[in-house]
């Protein structure tokens, strides 16, 4: 078994639908859970960062950890086309050391339907 | 405000030839990291340097070979391509301080 499983999709919805992607994970010791969005043919980039368990909001996305399950999400409110991309998931153990320990989900390839 | 450099963006090669990826980077990061992307796998770890002059295997190091050649530069060398190295490769680096990685646009590689 994986440390990280995510459902690769596609996952297609209509613009303007909420979204849920999500992540179990395996490793109780992970406490820094990240969401990294990945436009076609580039390179991830960091969308949101959270600690511990909890909600944490910006804009139209809300992550959310739920740590007793092992199980993160994030949400899409008012979803648009130019929120297809590919979501990873990704979680380490402590903080800081940049990537170092870092475990990323296999991603979730979105598409919303204009 | 270039960020992390990828180059060569695509190549081919055929099999047995030998090709360095370079990647640098302009944030003055102390680490770097080599990834590759496969479907179906996600992104795994081949190597990464926690500082000029060290380097570490990550989780798929096989087939290849990698220089820290100064704190901004980083490069990635497949010295005998197979077939089963078709991928995309993606340099990234990180402040130690911080838990975010920064990627650069990736290099497209086919083995024939």
């Known amino acids: 078994q994986k440390e990280v499983e995510q459902d690769p999709g596609p996952l297609s919805v209509p613009e303007g639908a909420i979204v849920s992607l999500n992540c179990t994970y395996s490793n109780s010791a992970f406490q820094y859970f990240m969401w990294y969005r990945q436009y076609s043919r580039k390179g991830p980039e960091l969308l949101m960062y959270?600690?511990?368990?909890g909600n944490k909001e910006d804009g139209r996305f809300t992550a959310q950890v739920d740590k007793s399950s092992k199980y993160i999400s994030l949400f899409i409110r008012d979803s648009q086309p130019s929120d297809s991309a590919t979501y990873l998931c990704a979680m380490k153990t402590w903080a800081g050391g940049g990537a170092d320990g870092l475990t990323f989900g296999k991603g979730t390839h979105l598409i919303i339907q204009p | 405000n270039a960020g992390v450099t990828q180059t060569p963006k695509f190549q081919v090669l055929k099999t047995g030839q030998s090709m360095t990826l370079q990647c640098a980077q302009d944030?003055?990061?102390?680490?770097m990291y080599w990834y590759r992307q496969d479907p179906g796998m996600g992104l795994r770890l081949i190597y990464y340097?926690?500082?000029?002059?060290?380097?570490d295997k990550g989780e798929v190091p096989n087939g290849y070979n990698v220089s820290r050649l100064n704190k901004r530069e980083f490069s990635l060398r497949l010295e005998s391509a197979a077939p089963s190295q078709t991928s995309v490769y993606f340099c990234?680096?990180?402040?130690?301080?911080?838990?975010?990685?920064?990627f650069g646009q990736g290099t497209r590689l086919t083995v024939v």
């Open positions: 340097s926690a500082s000029e002059g060290t380097t």
């Open positions: 944030m003055n990061h102390n680490s």
């Open positions: 990234a680096s990180s402040d130690p301080g911080y838990t975010e990685a920064f």
């Open positions: 959270t600690y511990s368990s």
